[in-house]
């Protein structure tokens, strides 16, 4: 009889920055691969080290030892050391799509530079997994991932699962909505099940003898996994020793100090027929629902808001303005590379979830900003390259022409501010006083102001401000050059198509033409021809629908509750209140828009000033969340909530802007949207998938809440409407099981980290100003509108851009339309200019059902479809998308 084979993996689960800052863990790290020289060097035994599935620690490892860069090298291509494929380990569901796909692209990349990367999905510590691993993997050229979430392992005699979610062994299928599947490895034993392994060997004995009978309860085959390894764990230097001492204590088995490429391939030889296949996202649907760990999405709020503008900037901003501008070269890309991977540093778990101490924060934040100047940067000189093409002159001489871009994947028409310059004294040529006042002079002068288009028609507009400052140019091949300038800010509303750009031109001695003032009387009442929304004096919210003549009733509440959790996890206080938002409303004041109405009112309640002192003393005796019994202060204070309602003509869709002073600790703030829907089922965008998840939580469920990942909407439907409620970084909400409420989390304020201490977060308590953006569209069911909805809530996250141009004659027209789909199921995620010369489109179907979709770049279909390594798929570019299908066309 052959042994049963036991392969024993090293390893150091490596959070960059967690329950100490970055450089505490940093320096450890940097004496982790020293030891791993110095092993690697003198014991010939020791086999290899997984890194960890990132190669990050590379960079961060070289920074401190640029000198070990031949060593570090060496041992990878001698395959001691273990890398990739990823950059970093993510956090699935609160990084974007695009940049899921970018960290296994940079990770697959870096590794390639060294050697080769571990053929595995690694997701061994992910708060729940995607439902799009299988495709994505194997679009990257990955067969087999490995994770330690979502699923239960039942063991082959235990008939007592829940379905699903179950797997009889640690090993199994998984498939994705659109069909695609991956060999999927459950940590069973978490990736710590093989860590310090006793030389000594009365405990040596012991040890095995659990640890053997723990893996073989759920292993598939007689290939075992033993992780030696766990977070932050120092090499296990007398491993060599450890391993032959259990050989010879049990000679039915082969120890085999071993990787993972090794391990695959032996398991893949053994499978059985009867492994069990899971499908979709694993998000531990069939435990108790406390350690879920979702509430991970409403830790620090303005981390997840601040990560959207960054994403949205890099993805829908940045890339779009190099594409239009025809840019992109070696010299872009290499910026573009590090602005992504300076961000991607930040979608670490304990990063991005803000589940760290607050040491970590400033870093985080740091790293944010350099991102986005660097995003900046490459978006300025690309709209400058950009602009320097647009054919101006059908414009008269003394036009200021500037051009108007939506690079959204929805049309636009909404209030978009331009400082328009219209004159400009060098320095050179006179003192900055006396160029300021002429300036400003020569701007206040200017009469009959007024904006046209193209054809020389008068566009609406307001003209809002006249003024003069300084600025300055930065030429590429001179020294800076100051100068004092005049400048209008005008307001234009522009009918934009996806993807497309728009010419306007500021003129003087023209008729102004500003739009009437909407607001003749002072009712709380916003309306257009699709919707009709009434506010009453103490902030109630009623709309009614005219398309489906439904009537949405108090549809818009806010709701404070207690939170005696910690960064991972809420928990409602003893007291167990819903405190809604309903003291008179004060300082109503509405106003008009171009293309709408806007309405403006503040909220005030009094709410507990804190918990109350029980918490102080559960949190330092690190009571478990589901023992806590701590109330609510009795001490009231006033929290004050201002809110702006807006509604833009011939639009299914109210926008919400809610913004306040937070002044008041342990708690949890959320716009709570209700309906009498009564659904089963609700849908939520996640990563390349619009979702469908239950409204009610499986037999073992627990936890009074149900929380859940969302990136930018949210819908619940009835039987001849539906509701999708759109948000900016909101990436927290929960459905009511009976299917009437969708519940979006905009502040949530605790004073510990969690987990396995005591870690006091005074910061997360997030005291000071906050904003949320939500919105709500109506819609009448069909799929045709709520597919526009949910592009509406994705691209409310983009801005418009805007670029001055000169008058003069060049090749591209003056308003176009770059990029067109065919059909609304089609989302799209990236739009990309390659240095190379190619173009990339990327998006996914948003549906259940094969789609036919044409999607075309300047007029052209694509040359081929691309895998996510770039790679020329067998598939044609016109062939029907499956459902769920990830896309990318390469033109």
């Known amino acids: 009889m052959s042994k049963k084979k036991v392969y024993i993996v090293s390893h150091s689960h490596w959070d960059r920055e967690w329950y100490m800052g970055f450089e505490h863990h940093h320096m450890r790290l940097v004496q982790l691969m020293d030891d791993l020289f110095d092993l690697f060097k003198n014991d010939p035994d020791f086999h290899s080290f997984h890194l960890d599935g990132q190669t990050v620690i590379l960079d961060d490892y070289l920074a401190v030892r640029p000198e070990k860069r031949a060593e570090l090298e060496h041992w990878i291509k001698a395959g001691k050391l273990k890398i990739g494929p990823f950059y970093i380990l993510q956090d699935d569901f609160l990084i974007s799509s695009e940049a899921n796909v970018r960290n296994t692209q940079y990770g697959i990349k870096e590794s390639k530079k060294y050697g080769q990367p571990v053929p595995l999905g690694y997701f061994p510590d992910t708060f729940g997994n995607m439902g799009q691993t299988a495709q994505m993997m194997q679009l990257s050229g990955l067969d087999t991932v490995a994770f330690g979430r979502g699923v239960t392992p ?355 001695d023209c008729p102004q033409v500003v739009k009437e003032n909407l607001c003749q009387d002072t009712q709380a009442i916003l309306e257009n021809a699709r919707l009709k929304v009434s506010v009453t004096p103490n902030g109630k919210i009623d709309v009614l629908d005219k398309k489906t003549n439904k009537q949405y009733t108090d549809v818009l509440r806010f709701e404070d509750t207690g939170d005696i959790g910690n960064e991972y996890i809420y928990k409602r206080s003893s007291d167990n209140k819903r405190l ?5 409303l004060k300082k109503m004041v509405k106003d008009s828009l171009l293309n709408g109405q806007v309405l403006r009112y503040s909220h005030e309640e009094l709410l507990p000033q804190s918990a109350d002192e029980r918490l102080v003393y559960e949190q330092q005796a690190v ?89 930018s909407f949210v819908a619940l439907k009835g039987t001849d409407a539906s509701i999708v409620v759109g948000n900016f970084g909101l990436n927290e909400y929960e459905v009511d099981q009976n299917g009437n409420e969708i519940a979006v989390t905009l502040l949530r304020c605790v004073g510990e980290m969690g987990d396995w201490g005591y870690f006091p977060t005074p910061q997360a308590q997030c005291q000071g100003p906050f904003n949320a953006q939500l919105s709500l569209a109506f819609t009448d069911g069909s799929q045709v509108e709520e597919l526009m909805a949910y592009k509406q809530a994705r691209s409310a996250q983009v801005k418009l851009l805007s670029v001055q141009s000169q008058h003069h004659a060049a090749t591209l027209a003056p308003s176009a339309t770059y990029l067109s789909v065919d059909n609304p199921a089609f989302a799209i995620t990236a739009t990309q200019k390659l240095p190379s010369g190619e173009v990339l489109v990327r998006g996914y179907n948003m549906t259940a059902q094969a789609q036919d979709v044409v999607v075309k770049y300047q007029g052209q279909e694509a040359d081929s479809v691309v895998d996510l390594n770039n790679a020329k798929m067998v598939v044609a570019p016109n062939t029907t998308l499956r459902p769920a299908e990830i896309r990318t066309y390469q033109f």
């Not at 063991?155 to 640690?170: C, H, I, L, V």
């Not at 879920?292 to 601040?306: D, H, P």
């Not at 050179?428 to 028609?457: F, G, H, R, T, W």
């Not at 003024?467 to 234009?492: C, E, G, T």
């Open 154 to 508: 039942t063991g082959f005699n235990n008939q007592t699962g829940q379905g699903e979610y179950d797997s009889t062994y640690s090993e199994m299928w998984w498939d994705g909505p659109d069909g695609s599947r991956v060999l999927g490895i459950l940590f069973a034993n978490w990736y710590s099940n093989g860590n310090e392994i006793p030389v000594e060997r009365q405990a040596a004995q012991k040890y095995w003898q659990q640890k053997l009978a723990d893996a073989e309860k759920f292993a598939a085959t007689d290939d075992l996994l033993m992780m030696n390894g766990v977070d932050h764990q120092p090499v296990q230097k007398d491993l060599s020793q450890a391993i032959k001492v259990a050989n010879e204590l049990f000679p039915d088995y082969e120890f085999i100090h071993s990787s993972f490429e090794e391990y695959i391939t032996a398991l893949k030889k053994d499978l059985p027929k009867d492994l069990s296949t899971i499908s979709g996202e694993l998000t531990s649907q069939a435990t108790s629902g406390w350690y879920t760990l979702a509430n991970t999405s409403s830790a620090r709020v303005y981390i997840k808001q601040k990560n959207t503008e960054v994403q949205r900037l890099l993805e829908n901003i940045t890339e779009p303005a190099i594409l239009i501008a025809d840019g992109n070269n070696e010299s872009n890309q290499d910026r573009l590379d590090f602005a992504w991977k300076t961000l991607l540093q930040n979608h670490p778990h304990d990063s991005i979830c803000g589940c760290s101490v607050d040491e970590v924060f400033p870093g985080v934040m740091h790293r944010f900003e350099t991102a986005s100047q660097v995003g900046q940067d490459l978006t300025q000189n690309a709209l400058a390259k950009f602009a320097a093409q647009i054919d101006t002159s059908k414009f008269s001489a003394k036009a200021h022409p500037f051009v108007v871009i939506n690079t959204s994947e929805s049309p636009k028409q909404e209030e978009v501010v331009i400082s328009v310059k219209v004159n400009q004294r060098l320095f050179k040529d006179s003192a900055p006083q006396a160029a300021y006042d002429e300036m400003l002079a020569y701007v206040n002068e200017l009469k009959d102001l007024a904006i046209i288009d193209e054809d020389k028609q008068i566009q609406p507009a307001k003209i809002l401000r006249r003024y003069a400052r300084f600025n300055y140019d930065l030429p590429d091949d001179k020294f800076r050059v100051p100068y004092m300038a005049a400048y209008v800010d005008v307001a234009v509303a522009p009918k934009l198509a996806a993807f497309s750009w728009k010419t306007l031109a500021l003129v003087s």
């Open 580 to 584: 809604f938002f309903k003291a008179p």
């Open 623 to 711: 009571i478990d969340i589901t023992n806590r019994t701590a109330g609510r202060s009795q001490k009231l204070v006033p929290f004050k909530l201002d809110v702006e309602l807006k509604l833009l003509d011939d639009e299914n869709r109210l926008q919400i802007n809610v913004s306040g002073d937070n002044n008041i600790l342990d708690h949890r703030l959320r716009a709570v949207v209700t309906t009498d829907f009564g659904a089963t089922e609700h849908f939520a965008e996640s990563i390349y998938e619009v979702v469908k998840r239950p409204n009610k939580v499986a037999k073992t469920w627990e936890n009074p809440e149900n929380p859940q990942h969302q990136q």
